[in-house]
């Protein structure tokens, strides 16, 4: 998230000197209606109607509905719009940037989001969790208002099955979804760029699966997985997508101008095991030493790529 190494190859994080980088982490961040037919979603990896029991087709979210979400942190202006508006003021700005991704979605809901950061990782790869009351504050405003809230682990230093353990407890709300953010699985945040393995992807759904069965949770759950580099995710052609209650969403982050932001994306495309793409798009709130889109892409442009993405997210 910082320069251009989210968008570029990893070869280029050593062209900025460590001192400023040291400098600018982590104080740069801290400163401060699911329906039961398809609507045209095409084949985007999500069974069609009849191809779930009664349980899942009636709670598979993506089966009819786009997510919309804003990303960030509550506590920081600088990791994403998320801190830098009140709830009800990223409410209002949510419907009128869904009003924009219906009218060229074909007919499609959308479905707003609040996407926040859980864990963040801290030098030496250590893991700072969101307070859990700060937390309740989003999750019982988008319960009251038809919302989603993806909660994001950075992972860190730790074992991603730990990571993704530690937010379950958030799944008994029945908006509540997961994510984990590749990049910073690394004791060297904004040094190096973390890495996650097939096989540890593979049993993060598997662990998942088996909570949402064993807590008797209805329907499926997203599990949102970015990258933006081939490093983020080793052997990635291994990656499972076949389990029943856990949705994984393959996002393409990282920031810059148009024809890089599609370069991004068409690397991910290639990942055909994993067909549900998301995207994220990055404003550009000046500042200091923080990448972001310019231009952005338009709503008609986001869904213009190939395979169009079902989860989009504004940081």
Request: include cysteine.
């Given at each position: 998230?910082?320069g251009?190494?989210?968008i570029?190859p990893?070869?280029?994080?050593?062209?900025?000197?460590?001192?400023?980088?040291?400098l600018?982490?982590?104080g740069?961040?801290f400163m401060?209606t699911?329906?039961?037919?398809a609507?045209?979603?095409?084949?985007?990896g999500?069974?069609?109607?009849?191809?779930?029991?009664?349980?899942e087709?009636?709670?598979?979210?993506?089966l009819n509905?786009?997510v919309?979400?804003?990303?960030g942190?509550?506590n920081?202006?600088?990791?994403?719009?998320l801190?830098r508006y009140?709830i009800e003021?990223l409410?209002?700005?949510?419907?009128r940037?869904?009003?924009?991704?219906?009218?060229?979605?074909?007919?499609?809901g959308?479905?707003?989001a609040f996407?926040?950061?859980?864990?963040t990782?801290w030098?030496?790869?250590?893991?700072?969790?969101?307070?859990e009351e700060l937390l309740?504050?989003y999750?019982?405003?988008?319960l009251t208002?038809?919302?989603l809230?993806f909660i994001?682990?950075?992972?860190?230093r730790?074992?991603p099955?730990?990571?993704?353990?530690?937010m379950?407890?958030?799944?008994?709300y029945?908006?509540?979804h997961?994510a984990?953010d590749?990049?910073?699985?690394?004791?060297?945040?904004?040094?190096e760029i973390?890495?996650?393995t097939?096989?540890?992807l593979?049993?993060?759904?598997?662990v998942?699966?088996?909570?949402i069965?064993?807590?008797q949770?209805p329907g499926?759950?997203?599990?949102?997985?970015?990258?933006f580099?081939w490093?983020?995710i080793q052997?990635?052609?291994q990656?499972?997508?076949n389990f029943q209650?856990?949705?994984?969403?393959?996002?393409a982050d990282?920031?810059?101008?148009?024809?890089?932001?599609?370069d991004s994306?068409?690397?991910?495309?290639q990942?055909?095991?994993?067909p549900?793409k998301?995207f994220?798009?990055f404003?550009?709130?000046?500042?200091?030493?923080?990448?972001?889109?310019?231009?952005?892409?338009?709503p008609k442009q986001v869904?213009?790529?190939?395979?169009?993405?079902?989860?989009?997210?504004?940081?």
């Amino acid at each position: 998230m910082y320069g251009v190494l989210c968008i570029l190859p990893f070869t280029l994080a050593a062209q900025e000197p460590a001192s400023q980088r040291t400098l600018r982490f982590p104080g740069l961040y801290f400163m401060d209606t699911v329906r039961s037919l398809a609507k045209g979603g095409g084949n985007y990896g999500v069974p069609q109607e009849g191809e779930l029991p009664p349980l899942e087709r009636d709670l598979s979210i993506l089966l009819n509905d786009d997510v919309l979400a804003f990303y960030g942190h509550p506590n920081s202006m600088n990791m994403g719009i998320l801190g830098r508006y009140s709830i009800e003021e990223l409410d209002t700005r949510l419907t009128r940037l869904a009003a924009e991704y219906r009218a060229v979605n074909g007919g499609r809901g959308v479905r707003k989001a609040f996407y926040i950061i859980f864990g963040t990782v801290w030098p030496q790869g250590e893991i700072g969790i969101i307070n859990e009351e700060l937390l309740m504050k989003y999750i019982n405003y988008a319960l009251t208002h038809d919302m989603l809230v993806f909660i994001d682990h950075q992972i860190g230093r730790y074992n991603p099955v730990d990571a993704i353990k530690r937010m379950f407890p958030f799944l008994r709300y029945p908006n509540v979804h997961l994510a984990l953010d590749p990049e910073w699985r690394t004791i060297k945040p904004m040094k190096e760029i973390g890495t996650v393995t097939a096989a540890e992807l593979n049993q993060v759904q598997r662990v998942m699966e088996e909570y949402i069965e064993a807590n008797q949770i209805p329907g499926e759950r997203m599990l949102v997985i970015h990258q933006f580099n081939w490093r983020m995710i080793q052997n990635r052609e291994q990656v499972r997508t076949n389990f029943q209650r856990v949705r994984l969403v393959h996002c393409a982050d990282g920031f810059g101008p148009p024809h890089l932001k599609r370069d991004s994306y068409a690397f991910n495309a290639q990942a055909g095991n994993m067909p549900v793409k998301g995207f994220k798009l990055f404003y550009n709130f000046n500042i200091p030493g923080a990448g972001y889109d310019s231009p952005l892409l338009t709503p008609k442009q986001v869904y213009e790529l190939t395979p169009r993405p079902y989860v989009i997210m504004y940081q």
